[in-house]
């Protein structure tokens, strides 16, 4: 799963789709694979408005990079090629192989196998 990817995942859980703590999800016990793809700077610049950026600095400093700028990049920060690269090496090329997705409103924890989530619930939390 894509870092990019988490970005825009809230909790399922009917009881959490009110709650402002049930985004962004938090990661735990995750395992980390660096995947590299070809720079795609037309795609990062594409992408960073819609892009939660507070959502981004926790998963990504829960994640271990905590050198994530204090605000959304814009202007001629978006023509900086390093700026580019280093969005596309966090949203691209970081992807969580295993562990877990958590919700902070309910505690509900998403299950992150060979790169995938799962997202189906239970149907008692439907």
Known sequence: MKLLTANFLACAVKGCKAAASSYPLHFK?????????????????????RVDWEGLRVMANELGFPNIPGSKPEGDMLNDE???????????????????LCCGHCGHEYVIKEGIANFLLPSHLV
Do not use: C, S, W
Request: proline share 5%; net charge negative; charged share 30%.
């Open 29 to 49: 016990d995750a395992e980390l694979e660096m995947q590299e793809v070809d720079f795609q700077p037309e795609f990062i610049h594409n992408i960073i408005p």
């Open 82 to 100: 390093q700026t580019l690269r280093d969005l596309h090496k966090l949203l691209l090329e970081t992807h969580v192989v295993d562990g877990k």
